[in-house]
């Protein structure tokens, strides 16, 4: 008898590819490569936001109204249950469970500390998924650190990093331009405030994704030379996204608190160089390959950004290095996991 495997893909949104999105579609792509045999019922709020490269690969339900409460009773008769993040019913489940938290950061950051509630609700729902889960993967070992102050009961858990896809690659053809690139939302821990700080009174050249337009427009009241130095980009594909990780100087991630941080590595895998935070998660992440900046002295960014040169031997020691973690070889770890519980 066939796998059967239920997956909460309400993370599958129109309009809308977050990190979260990227990791669980990557994931149930190695699963079906590795097992095309097995069925996978994929439950979403908007099942036509399914990603192109699971049409046909996987089946798809439409979520009823308090999803939560239903899943184990849609999880009958399945092998395992896999959510990608710490979001398990409240009522026990019929079959194994698997959960990923990728950060708490949001329950820990003083940029997020406002909402008591929805910090009572976020603490309540990660210390009942490590507590009923089956196994727990963390996105990095600094992650799983900062998710042991908040929580002390725990399941089995392993840390894995999520893999990067294997489209990211360098392209010879296309000619480095002098700008640098930013990778992310506008959100207070992405700390971009730091990089239009550190632009002022040089030349450097900006290049954002992800940020949006009412976001940048008050950036840019804020740090007005941020007008003539950055360029905010609206709806960049994966194409697109591709072709400027090849055509950038380097890619900065200033963050003051990540889970993992996939642009640095996508970056590398591009043969690009990587300006970072020099924060734990980082460090661990990117194989210590990258440069390293203080996340709030951008005075340390500028004299970095004014001074930049391309080291080929770090080059290549990163691009090695996320060669590690891409594709088959980089879900690997996930998808060992997985048959192991189904086959317990």
Known sequence: MSTSILIDGREFVLGRRTGIG????????????AHPDWQLMIVMDEPQALPESLQGKAEVQKAPPYLEWHFPTLAEGYDLFLSPYPKLPVRKLPCPSIHTIHDVFYLTHPA??????????????????????????????????????LASQFQPYQIRFPAIEPSFKPDRRIKRKGFFLFVGNGLPHKNVRVLLQAIEGTDVQLQCVGIRQSVADELCAIFPWAKQQVAFLQDVDDVALLKLYRQCAALLQPST?????????????????????????????TGG????????????????????????????????????????????????????????
Do not use: M
Request: net charge negative; with cysteine.
């Open 289 to 344: 390959f990258a440069t390293f900046c203080a996340p709030h002295d951008w005075r340390t960014w500028q004299y970095t950004l004014r001074n930049f040169q391309r080291d080929e031997q770090q080059v290549s020691q990163a691009l090695d290095w996320a060669k590690q973690h891409q594709g088959k070889q980089g879900w690997a770890a996930h998808i060992q996991d997985i048959e192991t519980l189904v086959q317990d």
């Open 112 to 149: 997020y500390q406002g909402n008591v509630l929805k910090r009572w609700a976020g603490l309540w729902r990660v210390k009942h998924a490590l507590s009923k889960s089956d196994l727990s993967w963390f996105d990095s070992q600094a992650s799983l650190e900062e998710t042991q102050g």
């Open 257 to 285: 608190a990540e889970g993992y941080g996939y642009p640095p590595l996508e970056a590398f895998a591009c043969g690009t160089p990587a300006i970072v935070s020099d924060i734990p998660v980082l460090r661990e992440t």
């Open 22 to 33: 990227r990791f669980l579609e990557g994931l149930l792509r190695a699963l079906v490569e």
